[in-house]
């Protein structure tokens, strides 16, 4: 059981399921507390240990019975549930279709006595049509028709009506005839069911050893964020980390330098007045490259990803930035700041967005501006940078290019971060060109790539 186990959960995880080894190390235990010969608390108790999102319910749902219910269907035995009278009347039926061939001819005997497919029949089969090379369920449905074809499970339907035909001119009475082709179909569809948990649990055993490669990191960061599926999305966010230690290396280089200074003519002159004019002490003028920063993300279905993506980075450099406080919105705006005081930033957002999941409001980013100059207004001062994450689609609502001005007066520059393309503003229900002009500039962030490159400009010029 425990190998089992073991193949079930690397099935699990090559189907996307995020399971770290210690969750493994609970599942196996909560079986021992368990057992198996109950499923229903067996099947709760991996449930519970296994998925921690409910997204990953349904992949846990398809691949269990493939691993724990894969014993042969009951069939009945045919000989030992008709009379002798019914049984000798069956074999003369058999022997009247002799221009069958052999292979039918067993496949009925199979149904008559009740007997599944044996395990290496099925393996040899699967074999020579290239089951070994199935990894992924998409390919069940293939695979079962081909298999049925090879065992002639396809033309089992007709061959059962040519009996029933034989049978009823043998003589046999309708009640026990309708007995004997129920009993023989239901023997048929008992066969169907274990070709089904054949294919489907070798391709599941498949997938746990052999694994889809990881998505390539460099293809990914070009990867629109519209696009990315959820295994792409689970890659690049293991990915973070690195990006945010690429981008805080480099800030901190800036950071040195700005610290050694620049030459300041103006000061080194009138310093060295007392020396005669002659430039003797040189003096530098040195700024600081720490921004402070006001984030305003859109985080309706559309920009999901790439709210969760900037927040993250962002977060992750926070000794790299003065101060920083977070605004999300979709109908209406609500801070998030004090989710990244007492959290990891991968944890936050997380939490963050399980707690303002997308529904049947529209976004209205004019509404979410009003919340913030009547609520939050201090966030903003002339120091600030204002990062506003979204694509101005305000559907029809009043986009407020009012306040969008008047928070551009306020601050020191107001960014947007849009992941459309220029010809798309304007269309619809953007209001992309009445706002651009707001601002003191647009980065196109449709993909990772141009997130961080966007992230690490602002970084440039604190």
């Not at 099947?43 to 519970?48: E, F, H, I, W, Y």
């Not at 409001?361 to 100059?373: E, I, M």
């Amino acid at each position: 059981m425990d190998k089992r186990l073991v193949e079930f959960i690397r099935t699990l995880r090559a189907a996307g399921v995020r399971i770290s080894v210690a969750e493994s190390y609970d599942a196996l235990r909560a079986v021992d507390q368990v057992g198996v010969s109950e499923r229903e608390v067996f099947q709760s108790a991996l449930r519970t240990t296994l998925v921690k999102e409910a997204a990953d319910l349904p992949t846990f749902d398809y691949f269990f019975p493939l691993f724990f219910d894969t014993a042969a269907p009951p069939m009945f035995n045919m000989e030992q549930e008709l009379t002798p009278d019914q049984q000798q009347m069956l074999r003369q039926a058999l022997q009247s279709l002799v221009g069958n061939p052999q292979a039918l001819q067993q496949l009925l005997q199979q149904l008559m006595r009740g007997r599944g497919f044996d395990q290496d029949q099925l393996e040899q089969t699967g074999q020579q049509l290239g089951l070994g090379n199935a990894d992924s369920p998409s390919q069940q449905g293939y695979y079962q028709r081909m298999m049925q074809r090879a065992l002639r499970l396809n033309e089992l339907r007709e061959l059962l009506d040519q009996l029933e035909e034989a049978l009823r001119e043998a003589g046999m009475s309708e009640d026990a005839l309708q007995e004997v082709m129920q009993m023989l179909r239901a023997n048929g569809e008992a066969l169907r069911e274990q070709l089904e948990r054949f294919v489907g649990s070798s391709i599941a055993r498949n997938m746990g050893e052999n694994p889809p490669e990881p998505p390539d990191a460099q293809d990914l960061m070009q990867t629109p964020f519209r696009a990315l599926s959820q295994e792409e999305a689970d890659a690049l966010r293991d990915e973070v980390k690195r990006l945010a230690a690429k981008l805080r290396s480099r800030a901190s280089l800036r950071q040195r330098r700005a610290n050694d200074g620049v030459l300041d003519p103006k000061s080194t002159l009138r310093h060295n007045l007392r020396y005669g004019g002659t430039p003797i002490e040189l003096q530098f003028r040195k700024r600081s490259l720490k921004p402070r920063l006001v984030l305003i993300c859109d985080i309706s279905t559309s920009m999901r990803y790439c709210a969760e993506f900037m927040l993250t980075l962002i977060y992750e450099l926070q000794d790299q930035v003065a101060k920083a406080r977070s605004f999300i919105f979709i109908s209406d705006l609500h801070e998030i700041s004090d989710y990244f005081n007492a959290m990891r930033p991968e944890a936050a957002v997380q939490q963050v967005l399980e707690n303002h999941p997308p529904g049947s409001y529209n976004t209205d980013l004019g509404h979410s501006l009003d919340t913030l100059f009547g609520e939050k207004l201090d966030a903003i001062d002339s120091r600030t940078t204002v990062i506003l994450l979204g694509d101005g689609r305000n559907n029809y609502n009043d986009p407020r290019l009012d306040l969008a001005a008047d928070m551009r007066r306020r601050a020191r520059r107001v960014v947007w971060f849009n992941p459309e393309p220029q010809y798309q503003w304007g269309t619809g229900d953007s209001d992309m060109l009445d706002y651009a002009p707001l601002a003191s500039g647009v980065y196109q962030v449709a993909n990772m790539a141009q997130l961080v490159e966007a992230i690490d400009k602002i970084m440039v010029d604190g």
